[in-house]
């Protein structure tokens, strides 16, 4: 049975995220550079190859099953950028400066451009150990539009950015439990967990 593993990411946003969605499974989960292990390098197109790439890293260097998530906000008018680079799509600062810049990066990229089609993507894979020749692989996406001017003081990254039409609120307006059921991140983890379930590696 899973009862710990680490989690490969040095995002605090997403491993509040991952807390709440694991802990009522009986996962603990450890951050990985709590436990010294710097971040992977990602140097792949896609968000698999990454999220793959992040999650032998962490298991290596920890010998604990990890779980890594490779995700971002493709925009239709500008061919699926910021994509894999969303994290750094603006110069490289630190914090929530350097969510600030990669925000106004993308509204100043769609200045005059009609089409604000968006999708949020997310990758998760969880291996059990390094060379695990069975990765569990979930994919989530999440469909809205880029605004200009940001609303909402919860989430990070694009949130503030991030409309949802269907229910006239940005991502960040969103309280965590909601966002925690139609997120992006949300669908690939029912997938991750559904998955688990039939390997029968967490508890019911």
Same mark, same amino acid.
């Given at each position: 049975m899973? #009862?710990?593993?680490?989690? /490969? $990411?040095?995002?605090?946003?997403?491993r509040r995220e991952f807390d709440r969605l694991l802990a009522p499974l009986g996962v603990s989960v450890l951050d990985q550079a709590s436990l010294?292990?710097?971040? /992977?390098?990602e140097p792949y197109t896609t968000f698999l190859e990454n999220a793959l790439t992040k999650a032998r890293h962490a298991s290596s260097k920890t010998g604990l099953p990890a779980l890594a998530d490779d995700s971002?906000?493709?925009?239709?008018?500008? #061919?699926g950028a910021p994509g894999v680079h969303s994290a750094r799509f603006a110069e490289p600062m630190t914090g929530l400066a350097q969510d600030k810049a990669?925000?106004?990066?993308?509204v100043a #990229?769609?200045?005059?451009? $009609?089409?604000?089609?968006?999708?949020?993507v997310a990758i998760l894979v969880l291996v059990l150990s390094p060379?695990?020749?069975?990765p569990i692989v979930?994919?989530? #996406?999440? $469909?809205?539009q880029v605004i200009d001017q940001p609303r909402g003081e919860h989430g990070f990254g694009y949130d503030p950015h991030f409309l949802l039409p269907e229910l006239g609120l940005t991502a960040a307006e969103l309280h965590a439990a909601q966002k925690n059921e139609i997120s992006h991140r949300a669908q690939a983890m029912r997938i991750l967990i559904n998955t688990l379930r039939e390997r029968v590696l967490i508890r019911e």
């Open positions: 899973l #009862s710990q593993l680490v989690l /490969a $990411t040095a995002n605090p946003g997403k010294g292990v710097d971040p /992977a390098p971002g906000i493709c925009v239709s008018a500008l #061919s990669n925000n106004q990066k993308l #990229s769609l200045n005059g451009v $009609t089409d604000r089609q968006a999708m949020y060379d695990d020749p069975l979930a994919q989530g #996406s999440w $469909t809205g």
